[in-house]
């Protein structure tokens, strides 16, 4: 059973904004770190973003810092990653996960949704 759902994702040009949402129906987010990854074709899943728990500790992969930024809603229950000045580097599909605390290596978490696309165009 799936508990973790990513939206947001989309096609948008070079320069601009997407804010991707990551729900878990199963959970209370906010006991749980939640990190940000992501795949490219032919590429490995790398590490976006990670916010802990209380939401007061941020790090973000030196490719995408200054221009993203991860936050929580607790009263949705949600992490979302705000993306911005987005690049065509930026294409993937961009998953959430969820672990016990937040971290940048994909082996410390225990769950992960299923990913939404992420185009940016030239």
């Known amino acids: 059973q799936v508990h973790v759902v990513e939206s947001g994702g989309g096609l948008v040009q070079t320069g601009g904004s997407l804010r991707l949402s990551c729900v878990d129906s199963g959970r209370t987010l906010s006991r749980y770190g939640v990190g940000w990854f992501r795949q490219a074709p032919g590429k490995e899943r790398e590490f976006v973003a990670t916010?802990?728990?209380?939401?007061?500790?941020?790090d973000y992969a030196d490719s995408v810092a200054g221009r993203f930024t991860i936050s929580r809603d607790n009263a949705k229950n949600t992490v979302n990653l705000q993306m911005s000045n987005l690049k065509p580097e930026d294409t993937a599909v961009y998953y959430c996960s969820v672990g016990a605390f937040a971290s940048t290596s994909k082996k410390d978490y225990d769950d992960w949704g299923q990913g939404t696309q992420v185009t940016v165009s030239s």
């Open positions: 916010i802990n728990r209380s939401g007061d500790s941020r």
